[in-house]
Structure formats: structure tokens, C-alpha cells
């Protein structure tokens, strides 16, 4: 009598198969801590580059604001366009500085004002120019 066993006993080694290896984990890990150190350097760079667009954006605000104060004074006749620097009209936040400096006029009536503003080390220069007619060289 030869008794054969039943085909649902049989065992294969496919149920020895499934899962992960030490290996395939040390690879999953290492990729994540690579994605989490880089997604958090991002956010310090987003962060840096947040308080450097709110100086840009303030300290063009008060070079503007100083320029066309000046430019206004200079038409109005109150400011002789003259080359040399000018006091700030305003009062300033704490650690901002600035400095306006105005050349003379040129042979075409042209005056160029330039306006610094620092915070720390870091500098912001607006310049334009005017027409002033009748102050400039006589012809």
C-alpha cells in the first residue's frame, strides 16, 4: 500500500519569502532621513529668504519715501540741488540707517539723488535722477 500524501499538505517555501530584509529597511530608513533633513533645510532657507524680502521690501519703502521728499523739496525751491549728502527727514526704527546723497547739477539740468539704507550688514541703495530746470549751468 503506498499512501501518497494529499496535495493541500504539501508545503512550499513561499510563506518563508514574504516580508522585508534587514537590508530593504536600512535603505527605507536612510532614504527617509535623507527626505526629512533635506524638507527641513528647506524650510530654514525658506525662512532666511522671508526676513530678506521684508528688508527689501521695507527699506524700499523709506528710500522711496526719502527721495520723493527730496525731489519735492528741490522743485519746490526749499533744497539748493547741491552735491552732498542730507539728513534723513524721518525718524528711523531702532538699528536702520541712512544716508542721502544728491550730486550737483549736471550741463542738462539732471540732479542725481541717492538714497542707503543699512540694517546690520545688510545694504539697500535706491537711485534716481530729477529734471530741475533753470538750476543747473548757465549755458
Given at each position: 500500500m503506498n499512501k501518497s500524501l494529499?496535495?493541500?499538505?504539501?508545503r512550499t517555501n513561499t510563506h518563508l519569502k514574504s516580508g522585508f530584509s534587514l537590508l530593504e529597511i536600512l535603505i527605507t530608513l536612510l532614504?527617509?532621513?535623507?527626505s526629512i533633513v533635506i524638507m527641513f533645510s528647506?524650510?530654514?532657507?525658506?525662512?532666511q529668504l522671508d526676513l530678506f524680502a521684508s528688508f527689501e521690501s521695507e527699506a524700499a519703502f523709506l528710500a522711496e519715501r526719502e527721495i520723493e521728499l527730496l525731489k519735492s523739496e528741490i522743485l519746490q525751491g526749499r533744497v539748493?540741488?547741491?552735491a552732498g549728502s542730507l539728513p534723513s527727514r524721518f525718524r528711523l526704527k531702532p538699528g536702520w540707517k541712512?544716508?542721502?546723497?544728491m550730486s550737483a547739477v549736471d550741463s542738462e539740468d539732471a540732479v542725481r539723488?541717492?538714497?542707503?539704507i543699512s540694517k546690520g550688514d545688510r545694504l539697500f541703495q535706491?537711485?534716481?535722477?530729477?529734471?530741475?530746470?533753470?538750476?543747473?549751468?548757465?549755458?
Open positions: 494529499p496535495v493541500n499538505r504539501i532614504v527617509l532621513s535623507g528647506g524650510f530654514d532657507t525658506a525662512a539748493k540741488p547741491a541712512l544716508a542721502n546723497v539723488l541717492i538714497c542707503s535706491l537711485e534716481s535722477f530729477l529734471y530741475a530746470p533753470g538750476a543747473g549751468a548757465k549755458k
